[in-house]
């Protein structure tokens, strides 16, 4: 199973993710954010985004919002070859 093993916050909609496979990508949430649900709907105020963290391996915010990493993987289309490195 992937989990989430780092993330860092890169914009006010994006983050850097690295699963525990060794792939790593730049994410935005601008298409979530944009469906203005009362979960998501937070998540449009860069500093609650900044609030994201890593709950038992899925991304998380404090709200109760969670996304499973193996499903961000596979909607990313990832493998453990994709790496994104900033500095």
């Not at 860092?8 to 954010?33: E, K, M, N, P, Y």
Request: glycine share 6%; with cysteine.
């Amino acid at each position: 199973m992937i989990k989430l093993v780092r993330l860092a916050v890169v914009g006010d909609d994006a983050l850097q993710l690295i699963f525990s496979d060794g792939a790593a990508t730049l994410w935005s949430a601008t298409d979530l954010i944009e469906r203005d649900t009362v979960m998501t709907r937070p998540l449009a105020d860069p500093t609650y985004f900044a609030r994201a963290f890593i709950e038992s391996g899925a991304l998380a915010w404090p709200n109760g919002f969670e996304l499973s990493a193996d499903s961000l993987h596979c909607r990313l289309g990832l493998t453990g070859e994709d790496t994104l490195f900033l500095a």
